[in-house]
């Protein structure tokens, strides 16, 4: 069975930096997209960004756009989120996530559109 792994989370002060690591398992074929969310206590899970394995097309998210950078590696079964200028309001448990379903050549960035996910790790962004 698909298994997905994050790591990398942690506590870094406002302006610092991040790397997310999710790794896939239990599966060797291609999945369509994979994609990082978050969900802050009391909010609703966030598409951050997301790629199109295939292809290496990519969607984030206005609230990460020019800070976040999501990217894959060779396997196309591993993901990464490096995050930059980190503000209080990115604390959150963050999730990968992963979907076989085919979505016609866009990348989804919507939770509902992905299938497997991950456990989450913690990201906590001191001012």
């Known amino acids: 069975q698909v298994q997905l792994a994050e790591s990398g989370g942690g506590s870094v002060q406002a302006g610092g930096s991040l790397r997310l690591s999710c790794a896939a398992s239990?599966?060797?074929?291609?999945?369509?997209?994979m994609g990082w969310f978050r969900q802050a206590p009391g909010k609703e899970r966030e598409g951050l960004a997301s790629v199109r394995t295939a292809f290496g097309s990519t969607e984030y998210a206005d609230s990460v756009k020019g800070r976040f950078t999501i990217s894959q590696d060779n396997t196309k079964r591993a993901v990464y989120l490096q995050m930059n200028s980190l503000k209080p309001e990115d604390t959150a448990m963050y999730y990968c996530?992963?979907?076989?379903?085919?979505?016609?050549?866009?990348?989804?960035?919507?939770?509902?559109?992905?299938?497997?996910w991950g456990q989450g790790t913690q990201v906590t962004v001191s001012s």
């Open positions: 239990g599966f060797t074929g291609n999945f369509y997209a």
């Open positions: 996530a992963a979907t076989l379903t085919y979505y016609e050549g866009r990348v989804p960035l919507s939770q509902h559109e992905y299938n497997y």
